[in-house]
């Protein structure tokens, strides 16, 4: 991945990714390898974990790992102590475990509901919570990973939503409230990314893929280095004065959530 932003300016910080074994977190993974940090990582699987850290060293970063499950605040906090063992007290936390599916109310069971908010909000909760007392302080930076159902009603996406709205307000209210020992919580809200699971769910074919293209402001998807490269600012000293936001990375999808109509042909003078 092509460098965007100076690499080193991360160096000697440590962060701890939970979900960080795939997808857009292991591309966040990546992004802050590259601008020095080390990097412990957090997946239920174990097998997902150890391929996932190999990438990483082979792409050239110190990045360790274990297997914890985010539902269980015991085994988040036994991560956190071996992370904090192997490298020092934690600059960075990203919490971006999450699950979800396409399925209306009526047609979801209460366990349905229930994993998805356990996995998405409690698993954010327990990382949060679990990682302050591991935090250098002043000076940590937490990023939850949030999504746009979090602020736009979605059908078929009651359990993501209520979650995800959960996310958002959770990291104001920690900003506020771990200010005062210099933790700044921020959120990143991605859009709609490529080469990831959940577009290609939500876009199997090249027609479905150009149809959302149409309705993006900017015209395409984003990439996980997108994320990525917002993730080191939020985490730089560039956002020191950065605290309780939510940002929306994500071509300016958020903005057309009722479509947007193709501009007339203008005619000539």
């Known amino acids: 991945m092509a460098a965007s932003l100076k690499k080193g300016v991360l160096k000697g910080k440590t962060a701890f990714i ?36 190999g990438e990483l060293r082979v792409a050239g970063y110190d990045a360790s790992g274990a297997a914890a499950d985010v539902r269980d605040y015991a085994s988040v906090t036994s991560t956190l102590s071996t992370a904090r063992e192997k490298y020092g007290e934690i600059d960075i936390v990203v919490s971006g475990a999450a699950g979800n599916f ?5 047609g979801m069971s209460a366990n349905a509901f229930r994993t998805v908010v356990d996995i998405d909000l409690i698993g954010t909760f327990h990382v949060l919570r679990a990682s302050y007392e591991f935090l250098r302080k002043p000076g940590a930076s937490l990023i939850s990973i949030t999504a746009g159902q979090g602020v736009h009603p979605t059908m078929f996406q009651s359990h993501a939503c209520a979650a995800k709205a959960g996310i958002n307000m959770l990291t104001k209210c ?29 876009t199997p074919t090249p027609e ?13 998807y984003g990439t996980k280095r997108d994320i990525a490269d917002l993730t080191v600012f ?23 959530r009722g479509g947007i109509v193709e501009a007339p042909t203008m005619p000539q003078h």
Request: charged share 20%; net charge neutral.
């Open 18 to 53: 939970a979900g960080g074994s795939s997808g857009i977190n292991l591309g966040i993974a990546h992004g802050l390898g590259e601008a020095g940090a080390r990097v412990f990582i957090i997946s239920r699987k174990i097998e997902k974990v150890d391929a996932a850290i």
């Open 102 to 106: 396409l399925a209306p109310a009526l």
């Open 174 to 202: 920690l900003a506020m409230e771990w200010g005062g020992a210099g933790v700044r919580v921020n959120a990143i809200s991605p859009g709609p990314i490529a080469d990831t699971e959940g577009m290609s769910r939500l």
């Open 208 to 220: 479905s893929v150009a149809a959302l293209k149409r309705t993006i402001p900017l015209g395409d």
């Open 234 to 256: 939020l985490c730089s000293d560039s956002a020191r004065y950065i605290t309780g936001s939510i940002y929306d990375c994500d071509g300016g999808s958020s903005l057309s």
